[in-house]
């Protein structure tokens, strides 16, 4: 359990020192929706980077969301 902990810490970071080694500017995350009963909620969180559009993921967490917004930003940006 703890090494996932760890890769999702990862994704956000390594998009954050992407988006400012390359931009000069952190990424924009954004709540996009909290949904489902209140002991099971699922939150869609985007991200953005300087002139693209936004990653969209959801997760358990809004952190969770986050991280998963983080590596599907970074899928998309290292295909480039």
């Known amino acids: 359990m703890k090494k996932s902990i760890v890769t999702e810490i990862d994704a956000k970071t390594k998009l954050q020192e992407l988006t400012l080694k390359n931009f000069k500017k952190l990424p ?10 209140r002991h099971k909620p699922i939150f869609k969180v985007g991200v953005k980077l300087p ?26 940006t290292n295909k480039k």
């Open 28 to 37: 924009t995350y954004k709540l996009i929706s909290n949904t489902g009963p």
């Open 51 to 76: 002139n693209t559009k936004y990653f969209i993921a959801t997760g358990k967490s809004k952190k969770e969301a986050e991280q998963n917004a983080a590596i599907e930003c970074l899928k998309n």
